[in-house]
């Protein structure tokens, strides 16, 4: 077996705590290369969790003695130092790795938990300057840094990780001679650390000392293979090492059985971390670049996260029902008996999981009559609307037993649990929407009030990529509620204080995505396409990118995304260049990101692998959750927020609120009926579309922070129990609008519109436009109007729809409608701008 | 010996190929197969494997030079291990008694894949290689062959102009100068999906490009006209060029290897092949790339994909292409002989920026006492000697000086420093470590 890929399977068998296959498959790499850190660091923390701490502790230093400023090796010292009743020794530990990785929430609450043991407990952790100086690193103010780090220096002029960051600010800030006098030093005191090796033959490559540098960068790579200090150094340079180590061949220990099944798929990859630091052209908003402003501005962020945590400590008083619901025909169907007999033990499997996080798990099989027995009702084969009958049927049985479902989970594709096809309430392309909602009902269908997520399958009929979600699934608890309070934190490496945040956006919708930005706190990535396309995108950006946000353009069959140019680029440049691959995601570790895409069919799986799906693709790699539309989905191009932009901002702002994303997805769309009925008075079509096409897929009890157990989740802000929905707004009709469209607009709405669209989307000014009158009506919110109600409210007057289509080419085989559509009123005024994404 | 002196085959063209990738077709009707393809492309070099135990046999090589087309010999054991010297020189005198003149040893050990895990972890590994390489290069010398230097992977694991460069300089200080007088550099210059100028102009003209950097809006060495970087290689560590010989070149339908150029298609593939034989049949690459060697004949194992000849009797569109081609010897364009590089006068010269030069001087004065170093300001002057340190950055003294004195054959290191104050730091620091060099 490839070296790389047994290291990946070793990880994976980590987190779902096979520890036995994780230490003989580590041995095993580590026989041919010593220097594997990731293998190190992964044979050390199985050993700990078998309890083999003297073992442990010596691959933890192992560690440390390259890479001195390993969070994972300095975290897991201490946990062992600890178990080991060294409380002292443990909290040094801990004190240099949260003075290493300041931003790190775990090592926060692990270090005040361990001092309050020793009753030297405090509300707070103030700054140290070498903590600052790491921040300030982080921020790109390495003069302030290497300030802050001389301080210490001078106390502590020894401080082997202090020396470290200033040799790196140092090369970072382009002083040479410094650095590489300082790493000079580094390196005969101590012939074994990476990080000076790496920057000393950077530097003697720039400088045109070739045979040296590539010399060291040889030792470096082949003492570190899997890249673990060399990648994120590198990161932002335009240097790109070898991944030579992906070559070789390494025996195979035999694979525990609950291993089998993820590891078919898993990649070979080098496992390199995410960078602490981002490359040079990373948008990072920053309020001051004053000193004083910015050491206070991340003790208040820290103080805040404190506050937050505290207040987590509130319990839910009763675990709610977790329901998860499939057609075990249509399973048998496409896998066979055998393929069921897998997929059913591994759902069973992760009942037990559930339970253990102190949920109520229900496995239902529409079709089969066992789980559906208790709640009085007959199977029923897998259609849309049985299902959505026997959902209700089961909703209302738990009320009535005052229970409430938190969460749906529907397991497999259209073919498994079909899409509610919803007709389509605005004028594009799409002939109907496919929905989940109708599977959670509301007291109407704009009141979303349940969570929903739906784990899909493959296209093929090998069940391996359900078997590998559910596994992930688990793996999202694994060693959670064990007692052993912030070890999940290790486990998952690198948890910073607040959700790191990843926007990926269309280069003419920037603004839009920049306003949405502009609210998220924390550390923010912003990448436009242009110029950034699938050419220069780096898979290691969005790694430890908790929440990653796409506004690209996407289509019904290609599976990519498309960034889209302004007007500052050159007529030959492509219009929509492609921006973001599945195969780009090959090479990423994704765990637990939670990723919402604007994109046009951003979530339509239904006959797709993951090969050709981004959001298939990003739950193989190890996403939480995705959320997206199903069809042509709209947004703004700029501020205000409308359509998918204001989705997302709604969706982020309750996930930080402590909402799991099923939740957060629910609120949202409750918030954006409120906000767009508030402004408008009604929801017009794109509206209504935007509500009923957004679908989750993953884990809807997935969270931003550590995933909690449901006894130790903050009581949610949002208690949709207690609440009552809103009345159904009034909504514009299509079918009444079309019927309507004969009687001729006022002339003089045309020409502001064309002025309108030359300016904000230039592209669609040619486009065919069609005028409907505005008509609107009240139907029962069911997304069932046919338009011919006679609710009072059913009228038509005072705007009009200008609607522009285009349909541009992407390739000779796909190509892309672009609708721009202009609300306006009959003097000319725009009131609503919307695009297509 | 300059480089027309080294053996070609009459009537030479500059095009060949590589043979099957395996010792399976090397006898009597494969001969007669083969031999006509080859006459009719016009070919006159053909790439042949060799294993260690199983010599190409003697009626197959009579036949390709009976009919004027130069075999060059591959010996290439895997994984990179010592060759016995005994069997080595059996077979390396079964060659050259055979007509043979060029032959290589080992394959692109610059990358991992083609060493042992452990061997490649080590440190210092082109001083290994070259210590495993030396007594080939010199068993065959000594029977009369022209030995070539390993071809390595573009760009690679370890870096292949930099593990070229560095073997180079180890054979001169192992003492083994005296190989260059006979010895070439086995080239792999495939075009991947790059158009086939890129790269054109070697270091020279792209110098932004680093080892495993290069930025975006330049180019390396990693396409076509990769002899024009290992020809710079050659030339800045020994004065003067030695012959490039390719073993395998080309380009293959659906190569996709930078996403900036589209995926090669059937034409793409035709037409630059066609141009790649052009080029060298009308004399318009330089004088030290000997010739093609297109990957692949024909193969009937895993390679096949990227035979000319198909195992279903069909064959690339260039096949016809190339037979259509004129017919004739290459036009020549022969280097003048380059006279071996002339004795050095001094040791050791430091080289001063002009600019604030009475600074710089100071700041170096007890480093040149100390160590009794020549020293100024003159390019020329420092041309003189083997060895030159430049002090200062390249605002100082400029990169096409540092080249010039490289070209001279010089050993040239500079001494990154910004200012006088820092040199003079920097240099009373060596003066204290006893250290007259940076790296040398």
């Known amino acids: ?837 | 010996m300059s480089l027309s002196d080294f053996p070609r085959p009459s009537g030479d063209t500059g095009i060949g190929f590589h043979y099957f990738p395996d010792a399976e077709h090397y006898d009597r009707s494969h001969l007669l197969r083969w031999l006509p393809e080859l006459k009719e492309m016009g070919a006159s070099w053909l790439a042949l494997f060799s294993p260690l135990d199983r010599p190409v046999p003697d009626a197959f090589l009579g036949g390709l030079l009976a009919e004027a087309i130069e075999p060059i010999i591959r010996l290439t054991p895997q994984p990179i291990q010592p060759i016995a010297s005994g069997r080595l020189r059996e077979l390396l005198r079964y060659y050259a008694a055979g007509g043979v003149h060029y032959v290589y040893f080992y394959s692109r050990p610059n990358m991992a894949s083609q060493w042992p895990m452990t061997d490649w972890c080590q440190p210092d590994l082109v001083e290994r290689f070259t210590d495993l390489l030396v007594p080939c290069l010199e068993l065959a010398a000594d029977v009369g062959l022209y030995p070539l230097l390993s071809p390595l992977q573009p760009g690679g694991d370890y870096w292949d102009t930099v593990f070229l460069e560095a073997t180079l300089q180890g054979l001169r200080q192992k003492g083994k100068g005296y190989l260059f007088s006979r010895l070439g550099v086995a080239i792999t210059n495939f075009a991947y999906n790059r158009p086939l100028e890129w790269g054109e102009g070697g270091n020279r003209r792209w110098q932004e490009s680093l080892p495993y950097a290069t930025p975006p809006g330049h180019q390396d060495q990693r396409g076509f006209y990769l002899f024009d970087w290992y020809d710079e290689v050659v030339k800045g560590q020994l004065g003067f060029s030695l012959p490039l010989l390719t073993v395998a070149n080309g380009l293959r339908v659906g190569e996709v290897g930078d996403k900036d150029f589209p995926l090669v298609d059937e034409d793409t593939q035709e037409q630059r092949l066609l141009e790649m034989a052009r080029l060298m049949r009308e004399g318009r690459l330089p004088p030290y790339l000997f010739n093609h060697a297109f990957w692949l004949l024909a193969s009937d194992g895993e390679e096949a994909e990227s035979a000319w000849y198909k195992e279903d009797g069909t064959q690339i569109a260039a096949v016809v292409g190339l037979k259509g081609l004129a017919k004739g010897p290459r036009a020549t364009l022969l280097a003048k002989a380059i006279p071996p590089p002339t004795p050095k006068s001094l040791y050791h010269y430091l080289l001063l920026p002009s600019e604030q030069g009475a600074q710089w001087a100071t700041a170096a004065a007890s480093y040149v006492e100390c160590f009794q170093i020549s020293g100024g300001f003159r390019v020329e002057e420092a041309m003189n000697a083997e060895i030159v340190t430049i002090l200062g950055s390249r605002l100082g003294v400029d990169i096409k000086a540092e080249r010039a004195l490289r070209a001279a054959g010089c050993k040239v290191e500079r001494l990154e420093v910004g200012d006088p104050k820092e040199a003079r730091k920097r240099l009373k620091e060596m003066v204290r470590a006893g250290q007259r060099f940076l790296t040398l």
Request: glycine residues 8%; aromatic residues 8%; neutral net charge.
């Open chain 1, 1 to 837: 077996m490839k070296l790389a890929k047994l290291a990946a399977q070793a990880r994976v068998g980590l987190a779902l705590g096979q520890h036995q296959y994780v230490i003989a498959a580590s041995q095993a790499i580590l026989s041919h290369t010593p220097g594997h850190l990731q293998a190190r660091c992964l044979i050390a923390q199985a050993l700990l969790e078998t309890g083999e701490l003297s073992q442990a502790i010596y691959h933890f230093n192992q560690v440390l003695e390259m890479d001195p400023e390993s969070e994972v090796a300095r975290e897991g010292l201490a946990v062992a130092l600890d178990r080991q009743g060294k409380l002292k020794g443990a909290i040094g530990q801990l004190e240099l790795a949260y003075e290493t990785h300041p931003a790190n929430p775990s090592l926060r609450d692990a270090l005040l938990s361990f001092r309050s043991q020793l009753d030297r407990g405090q509300k707070g952790l103030s700054l140290s300057p070498v903590a600052t100086g790491r921040l300030l690193a982080q921020r790109g103010s390495y003069g302030k840094a290497i300030k802050l780090f001389d301080v210490a220096l001078q106390s502590q002029p020894q401080r082997l990780d202090v020396r470290l960051a200033r040799a790196e600010c140092l090369w970072r800030c382009r002083r040479w001679g410094e650095a590489e006098d300082l790493c000079r030093q580094l390196l005969r005191e101590n012939p074994r650390l990476l990080k000076p090796k790496v920057i000393l033959a950077l530097l003697l490559l720039q400088r045109g000392q070739k045979v040296v540098g590539v010399e060291l960068l040889h030792q470096a790579t082949v003492a570190d293979p899997s890249g673990t200090v060399a990648t994120p150094l590198l990161q932002g340079t335009p240097f790109q090492l070898p991944s030579f180590v992906g070559s070789w061949e390494v025996a195979e220990p035999s694979i525990p059985a609950p291993l089998e099944a993820s590891v078919e798929l898993v990649e070979e990859t080098t496992l390199a971390p995410a960078p602490e630091v981002p490359p040079q052209d990373v948008v990072l908003w920053s309020s001051s670049d004053e000193p004083d402003t910015e050491i206070a501005q991340f003790q208040n962020i820290l103080n805040r996260l404190s506050q937050g945590l505290e207040g987590r400590a509130k319990a839910r008083v009763s675990g709610g029902i977790y329901l998860i619901v499939t057609s075990a025909a249509n399973l048998t169907a496409k896998y066979g008996e055998g393929g069921f007999q897998r997929l059913h033990g591994k759902l069973e499997r992760l009942c037990q999981v559930l339970g253990s996080q102190g949920y109520q798990p229900r496995l239902v099989y529409v079709d089969r009559r066992e789980g559906l027995a208790g709640y009085q009702v007959s199977p029923a084969e897998a259609k849309a609307a049985e299902v959505a009958d026997i959902m209700g049927r089961i909703y209302r049985w738990h009320q009535d037993q005052g229970e409430a479902v938190e969460h749906l989970l529907l397991v497999g594709n259209g073919d498994i649990i079909p899409f509610y096809h919803l007709p389509n309430p605005t004028e594009d392309e799409d002939p109907h929407i496919l929905s989940d909602a109708p599977y959670a009902p509301g007291e109407h269908i704009f009141a979303p009030r349940n969570s929903v997520g739906r784990l899909p399958d493959g296209a093929s009929s090998d069940p391996s990529y359900l078997l590998l979600l559910l596994d992930l699934l688990m793996g999202q608890y694994s060693g959670v509620g064990n007692g052993k309070g912030w070890w999940p934190g290790v486990v998952k490496a690198i948890r910073p204080a607040y959700p790191r945040t990843l926007g990926y956006v269309a280069l003419v919708w920037r603004p839009a995505s920049e306003a949405f930005l502009e609210q998220v706190s924390g550390n923010k990535f912003l990448r436009t396409c242009p110029p950034t396309t699938q050419r220069s995108w780096e898979a290691t950006w969005m790694e430890g990118r908790q929440f990653q946000l796409y506004n690209l353009h996407g289509t019904l069959n290609s599976p990519h995304w498309y960034g889209q140019k302004d007007s500052s680029y050159p007529a030959d440049y492509p219009l929509f260049p492609v921006a973001l691959t599945p195969q780009l995601l090959a090479q990423a570790d994704l765990s637990g990101a939670i990723v919402f895409t604007e994109a046009c069919y951003g979530t339509h799986i239904v006959g797709k692998s993951a090969d050709a799906s981004l959001a298939l693709e990003f739950l193989r790699r190890g996403a939480a959750v995705v959320v997206g539309f199903t069809t042509t989905s709209y947004g703004s191009s700029e501020p205000p927020l409308g359509g998918a932009d204001l989705l997302a901002q709604f969706f982020w702002r309750s996930l930080v609120s402590g909402l799991t994303a099923g939740e957060a997805l629910a609120r949202s769309k409750e918030e954006f009926v409120a906000v767009m009925n508030q402004r408008q008075g009604y929801l017009d079509g794109d509206d209504q579309k935007m509500v009923l096409q957004g679908i989750l897929l993953g884990n809807p009890a997935a969270c931003l922070a550590p995933l909690p157990s449901e006894n130790g989740r903050e009581a949610m802000a949002y208690d949709t129990k207690s609440m009552t929905a809103p009345p159904c707004p009034s909504l514009f009709c299509k079918f009444k609008a079309k019927a309507a469209a004969n009687s001729s607009p006022p002339e003089d709405i045309l020409p502001p519109v064309w002025r309108h669209l030359r300016r904000k989307a230039p592209e669609m000014a040619e486009g065919h436009l069609e005028v409907r009158p505005r008509a609107l009506c009240h139907s029962e919110g069911r997304g069932s109007c046919s338009g011919d109600c006679s609710h009072p409210m059913a009228q038509q007057g005072g705007a009009y729809l200008v609607t522009s289509r285009k349909a541009i080419a992407l390739s000779e085989k796909d190509s892309l409608m672009r609708i721009a559509r202009v609300t306006v009123d009959d003097q000319g005024n725009i009131l609503k701008t919307v695009v297509s994404k």
